[in-house]
Every structure is written in structure tokens, then in C-alpha cells.
């Protein structure tokens, strides 16, 4: 009989601590984007930094890239000899911002006229900046 008691009590701990766990969570306490994403009352929507890496993981950028926040341009110069049909942008942005298409793979960045740009969308989706990101190739 005791250890009845024992795991009827262990069983009513677990689904009182569950009701409680799914009461503070729903969206109705914290608002979620499409995305499940959480959505704050941040403000801001900027570029921190940015990189290109190759299919081996490795970065093509030659220096430094440089990120405007006032123009929304990020300027870079990539290796000599870099396959611009298949590189992985890698976005750093401010905290609570999400990055708009979302990077699922290689990026062509092929078509050296018509650069590639992304919108960054602040934590309280209010708030949307279109960067271009401007790549040249480093002369041999």
C-alpha cells in the first residue's frame, strides 16, 4: 500500500509541475513569430559582423569586411580564385533580430552586379533594414 501512495504522489507531482510548465509557456505569455522565434520589444535591427566561408568551412574573406550600419552596405573583398557559385554567408546580428531570406544553404554570389541583400528585422518585427552585401575578388 505504501508504495501505491508513493508513486501516486510522484505521479501527481509531475503532472501538476507539467500543467504549470504549459500555463507559463503558451504564446499568450510569450509572444512567438512565425518562426517560434520570441518576439521582444528591442528596437534595433543591425549588422554586427559578416563572413563568407567556403564548402570546407573555412572563410574566403581577404581583411576584413566593412558594415555600414547608416548606408546598410557590408563591403568585402574575397580570395582570388574563390568559387563565388557556393559560399555560406554567416551573419552576426543584434540580439533578438532575425535575418530575412533565411540562409538554408550556399548562396550564388556569382553575379558580381547585382549584389546579394537580406533584410534584418528587429526583436519586436516592427523594425526591417534591407544590407547589401557588395563583393570584388581579389586581382591575382
Known sequence: MMKIL???NFFLAVMMFAAFAVTRCSKDN?????????ITD??????????LWDPTHQTVVVGTPVV?????????????GTDLTRLWPRFSLITDAKLEPKIT?????SDLTNPRQWTVISGNRQVRKVYTVNVTVQQP
Open 42 to 51: 528591442r528596437t534595433s535591427a543591425y549588422v554586427g559582423s559578416f563572413d
Open 6 to 8: 508513493k508513486y501516486k
Open 105 to 109: 544553404g550556399f548562396v550564388d554570389f
Open 68 to 80: 555600414d550600419t547608416v548606408a546598410q552596405t557590408i563591403d568585402l573583398q574575397v580570395r582570388f
Open 30 to 38: 510569450f509572444p512567438v513569430d512565425e518562426d517560434g522565434l520570441l
